[in-house]
């Protein structure tokens, strides 16, 4: 069952920025953690950032220093703030959580595509 909407995504220039937005149907503190994910075209998913319940935030080696992942609880959502976008980074960007993924659940992700 899919439990988070992301949204946010769009066309925009190298070293231009985007905020994505994950919405959750539930607070966000019934899950470990909110996670980050992306897909390429041809490529595997590939994890990008983690929040958990302390607010403890992790990025993936690519975007770090760039990409910075937080969260409104008030709101159930978890914003991915990009900047600095490299064409490298078009993909299809998903939130989701540890116990979906564990299901195999996906929603259908916001797409970002990086061209000059």
């Known amino acids: 069952q899919v439990q988070v909407v992301e949204s946010g995504g769009g066309l925009v220039q190298p070293g231009g920025s985007l905020r994505l937005s994950c919405s959750a149907s539930v607070n966000i503190f019934s899950f470990n953690a909110m996670v980050w994910y992306r897909q390429a075209p041809g490529k595997e998913r590939e994890w990008v950032a983690t929040?958990?319940?302390?607010?403890?935030?992790y990025t993936a080696d690519s975007v770090k220093g760039r990409f910075t992942v937080s969260r409104d609880n008030a709101k159930n959502t978890v914003y991915l703030q990009m900047n600095s976008l490299k064409p490298e980074d078009t993909a299809v960007y998903y939130c989701?959580?540890?116990?979906?993924?564990?299901?195999?659940?996906w929603g259908q992700g916001t797409q970002v595509t990086v061209s000059s």
């Open positions: 929040i958990d319940n302390s607010g403890i935030t």
């Open positions: 989701n959580t540890p116990q979906a993924m564990g299901r195999g659940y």
